[in-house]
């Protein structure tokens, strides 16, 4: 049987090599951007959004010409594999089984890959609000929940009453985790089908 190659897997190799380790966001958090970055109901350059996987804000550099080469094409692949999948509707192929640890928590991981997406989208909210769908129609319930089981798994432990009482009435975790990558390729799927009708 064929393995499958799993998208991911040339960009987290990658963010081993310290000159990004030391510079750019955390590997989990980077998938997390691009997947949201995938999901824009407005097609994105490259170039509009590569900033946003390095961290604090700098701009992205690199030592090696081949370093960087090699950086932009990982992260191409798996933007790639994302509008792939979002257009058929397909689950991601995503790296869930490091973000629950034995206790059935999520793991620093599995936060930062939601934090990333929260971040990816915070980025292309003006595009999102956009799309106008109206309040309890069917995408808008899809993105709320997809907003707020991406808000628990990036903040479990939030002092917020409000949020807590919110999170009380979610799947528990490893139930989120498990949805999560069927959940997001219908989120992209509906986006882009709004930008191909648009």
Request: aromatic content about 8%; overall charge negative; charged content about 15%.
């Amino acid at each position: 049987m064929q393995q499958t190659i799993k998208p991911y897997l040339a960009l987290v190799e990658l963010c081993q090599n310290p000159e990004i380790k030391n510079n750019a966001r955390e590997a989990h958090e980077m998938l997390g951007v691009i997947c949201a970055m995938a999901a824009s109901p407005e097609p994105l350059e490259l170039q509009q959004w590569f900033p946003c996987l390095w961290a604090n804000g700098k701009e992205p550099s690199f030592s090696d010409e081949a370093l960087a080469v090699d950086f932009a094409s990982a992260v191409l692949q798996f933007y790639e594999h994302c509008l792939l999948h979002y257009r058929q509707g397909k689950a991601l192929l995503l790296p869930e089984q490091c973000w629950l640890n034995q206790e059935q928590q999520v793991t620093e991981q599995g936060r930062a890959f939601a934090a990333g997406y929260l971040s990816g989208f915070h980025y292309n909210e003006v595009n999102w609000q956009a799309l106008n769908w109206p309040p309890g129609s069917e995408p808008e319930q899809l993105l709320q929940t997809s907003m707020l089981l991406l808000s628990k798994m990036a903040n479990p432990e939030s002092h917020d009453p409000q949020m807590q009482a919110l999170f009380a009435q979610l799947p528990d975790m490893p139930e989120i985790i498990a949805s999560l990558a069927q959940l997001l390729a219908v989120l992209g799927n509906v986006s882009l089908r709004e930008v191909a009708d648009a």
